[in-house]
């Protein structure tokens, strides 16, 4: 099966986590030390990809590229698909091959599915909060993701259920309040990017006074940041659905049902990319 997201190299990906782990290019480096003198040449690894806690998955197609970067004519079952919610127990992947070769890719296989799938299964959890306030609500991450796995961190958001915000600078304007001080004002920063023809533009205001200059000025979407239920559902009916409405600033696990029950098209939240555990996966032999 293809893996692909736009602006995302998964065989350079692949090449480069693994060149890392095997520290091509510095002295000394350039082999897995430890596989290349305990294992024979010619020895065989079975193995299953497991997860120790409930999880949703994400990543597996990733890990797959690993193993193959190493051994091409290894055998590979998945058992799960990416988006699945699993129990604790369950087997995701099940593979055969060259033992040096899985064994050198197994550490770069697992921490991928591990991080994506922690991103994930928070994600779910956000999701299903979320749900407890609102059944039309929009759950998006945003851009606190680690500095070249952006596009692989936004793919496991979408494996859990939520919607990407704007994937980077170049495909939304976001004025903020550094932009607005810059420019003097909510209006007149507005006003800039849309005489610019930016869009979408999406103006963050804190304080309700600011939303009318917004929208006057050309804003197609409002984040409300660090409102109180009660102050956004003052916001909403002020914008009266001249303009997309988003929640941010502080929302977890305890909030987000009651700000999402405000009536706000979107909720955006940070931590989904930004601090979630990895998943307990693991890699165990299995004679053949």
């Known amino acids: 099966m293809t893996f692909a997201l736009p602006g995302f190299d998964l065989d350079r990906f692949v090449r480069d986590t693994l060149a890392e782990d095997l520290g091509e290019g510095i002295e000394g480096g350039g082999r897995d030390v430890t596989s290349d003198s305990v294992i024979p040449a010619e020895a065989r690894f079975s193995g299953v990809m497991d997860s120790r806690d409930a999880i949703v998955v994400a990543g597996l197609p990733l890990a797959e590229a690993f193993f193959r970067a190493l051994?091409?004519?290894?055998?590979?079952?998945?058992?799960?698909?990416?988006?699945?919610?699993?129990?604790?127990?369950?087997?995701?992947?099940?593979?055969?091959?060259?033992?040096?070769?899985?064994?050198?890719?197994e550490r770069s296989a697992l921490n991928t599915v591990q991080h994506l799938s922690g991103i994930a299964t928070m994600t779910r959890a956000y999701v299903e909060?979320?749900?407890?306030?609102?059944?039309?609500?929009?759950?998006?991450?945003?851009r606190k993701t680690l500095p070249g796995l952006r596009a692989l961190e936004k793919y496991a958001v979408r494996m859990g259920g939520a919607q990407n915000h704007r994937m980077g600078l170049w495909d939304a304007g976001m004025i903020k309040d550094n932009h607005v001080a810059v420019a003097g004002s909510v209006s007149e920063a507005v006003r800039r990017a849309a005489q610019a023809r930016v869009s979408p533009i999406i103006c963050e205001v804190d304080r309700p006074d600011q939303i009318e200059p917004a929208i006057a000025a050309g804003a197609h979407h409002i984040l409300l940041d660090n409102m109180d239920p009660g102050t956004l559902r003052e916001a909403v009916a002020l914008i009266a659905g001249r303009a997309a409405t988003e929640a941010s600033g502080g929302i977890d696990l305890s909030t987000i049902a009651d700000i999402a029950a405000s009536g706000v098209d979107y909720v955006s939240v940070g931590r989904l990319t930004q601090s979630a555990p990895a998943a307990d996966i693991g890699l165990d032999f299995q004679p053949e």
Not at 129 to 142: E, F, K, N, V
Request: contains cysteine; negative net charge.
């Open 71 to 105: 051994d091409p004519d290894c055998a590979i079952e998945r058992l799960a698909a990416d988006g699945d919610a699993v129990e604790a127990g369950s087997e995701l992947l099940r593979l055969s091959g060259k033992a040096r070769a899985l064994l050198t890719a």
């Open 129 to 142: 909060a979320m749900r407890q306030g609102s059944a039309t609500c929009i759950l998006l991450d945003t």
